[in-house]
């Protein structure tokens, strides 16, 4: 795992108005804590910090820190957490976590997947179900990630937690049964197309809706026969007259 330098200040401006005031400045207030260590609030330069960033360009890394006026030598840490305004993104605050470099440490990687599974080639899915993983090693151990070769991973094949060989000096934590890789059949939906009976010999097709001309004839026709009876009293009427 990449190891950035990073220089910080010692903070004298505290609470909500001493950390606005400090970013007023650009710079950003951050805490170092630890375990057996006395916890010390900082700053950093953001830009310094912004350029470690992309100095260590991953994930996880680790951040020497030397702080002015301090005699002794720089703390290892870990960033445990950095903290953004939710609307403009600005960064409010890091709390950083000081480690022995002599102890071992647990943290979480990512796992990527490196090759092209024979079961893909062959029409299968490469689906990948844990995207991350639990590690414990000394800091000068620790992979910045966890690389599994899929390419020969077959259809209906998977790949465990216990069957991932980790780096020297690496412990993969957790259940050794779970599936982390896996190369599936795709699944293919099922359609039952709904057959039309064609009429037998014989048989009269039943029409479920009349034509509009034909709707439009039988009308006229009962007009018609409406109309005829009122004729025929009409003239009945005349010749009584």
């Excluded at 029409?123 to 844990?130: A, F, I, P």
């Excluded at 699944?187 to 029409?207: D, L, S, W």
Aim: net charge neutral.
């Amino acid at each position: 795992m990449k190891t950035v330098k990073l220089k910080a200040y010692p903070r004298t401006l505290e609470g909500r108005l001493g950390s606005k005031k400090v970013r007023s400045r650009g710079r950003v207030p951050a805490v170092i804590y630890g375990k057996g260590v006395p916890t010390r609030t900082i700053e950093v330069v953001l830009k310094e910090w912004i350029a470690a960033l992309k100095e260590a360009g991953a994930e996880n890394f680790m951040v020497e820190l030397t702080i002015e006026g301090e005699e002794a030598k720089p703390c290892l840490a870990f960033v445990r957490e950095a903290q953004h305004h939710p609307l403009s993104g600005q960064l409010l605050h890091l709390d950083f976590h000081e480690v022995d470099p002599n102890e071992k440490v647990t943290i979480t990687v990512p796992v990527e997947t490196v090759g092209e599974a024979a079961g893909v080639k062959s029409g299968g899915v490469l689906e990948q179900v844990l995207h991350k993983l639990r590690v414990r090693a000394l800091p000068k151990d620790l992979p910045e990630v966890i690389r599994i070769d899929v390419s020969n991973l077959n259809v209906g094949q998977v790949i465990h937690l216990g069957d991932i060989v980790p780096p020297s000096g690496v412990e993969i934590l957790g259940d050794k049964t779970l599936p982390v890789v896996a190369v599936t059949m795709p699944e293919v939906e099922e359609t039952t197309a709904v057959p039309t009976a064609a009429p037998a010999p014989g048989e009269v097709e039943m029409i479920k809706e009349k034509k509009p001309v034909a709707a439009k004839e039988e009308a006229e026709k009962g007009a018609k026969k409406e109309q005829q009876p009122k004729a025929e009293e009409s003239e009945e009427k005349a010749k009584k007259k």
